[in-house]
């Protein structure tokens, strides 16, 4: 009986532990990698922002979750789909011309995202990397996220407001949200 108990607790740890691993996977791959899956990049113009006030953002605080910032945007332009196989953009409103409401990984005010690399470890035949817990922080009027990464790098992403014309890449995974962007004029 105590056999039995210690398999469930143990798969449930490695479900646990398969699920961080996926998850890390996933903000992390490159695009060579995500090439994979479907995607579109496009360029928009805000309509409107909303911005989650829930939390109460001090300087040099830690933040326990990104707030759920969301917008309005129009598509101005689809630059190119692509991916292993066809999905209908369409059919979450990605169209030129059209109106959507997108959500955003990060933020839409003021973001700095410090990808950085965790220790790779040699123990004569064993090779292990170690992951660097992602953390995030208010500092200097922008929200910092520092996340793990394949090398040291550090985007600057200067915020959306009413009328902003921007650039993004939006991948078709579990949640559809704006990551990166770059505005344009």
Same mark, same amino acid.
């Given at each position: 009986m105590q056999q039995k108990y210690y398999w469930i607790v143990g798969i449930i740890a490695l479900v646990i532990?398969?699920? %961080? %691993?996926w998850t890390n996977l996933m903000r992390t791959q490159s695009e060579s990698a995500?090439?994979?899956?479907? /995607? %579109? !990049?496009?360029?928009a113009t805000v309509i409107s922002v909303s911005l989650d006030e829930s939390g109460n953002y001090l300087e040099g605080n830690e933040i326990v979750s990104a707030p759920e910032d969301s917008a309005v945007v129009r598509i !101005?332009?689809? %630059?190119?789909?692509?991916?292993? /196989? !066809?999905? !209908?953009?369409?059919?979450?409103?990605?169209?030129?011309?059209?109106?959507?409401?997108?959500?955003?990984e990060y933020t839409a005010r003021p973001t700095k995202i410090i990808t950085v690399v965790g220790e790779t470890i040699q123990d004569g035949d064993t090779v292990s990397h170690q992951i660097v817990p992602t953390k995030i922080t208010f500092e200097d009027g922008y929200f910092v996220f520092r996340v793990n990464g394949n090398s040291e790098t550090e985007t600057i992403l200067p915020g959306l407001q009413e009328g902003s014309?921007?650039?993004?890449?939006?991948?078709?995974?579990?949640?559809?949200?704006?990551?990166? /962007?770059?505005?344009i004029t």
């Open positions: 532990i398969a699920s %961080v %691993v995500g090439a994979l899956l479907p /995607y %579109v !990049d496009f360029e !101005d332009k689809i %630059v190119e789909t692509g991916g292993s /196989y !066809d999905f !209908d953009w369409a059919s979450m409103g990605i169209e030129e011309g059209k109106e959507v409401k997108l959500n955003f014309k921007f650039k993004t890449k939006l991948w078709k995974t579990f949640e559809v949200k704006v990551e990166k /962007y770059e505005i």
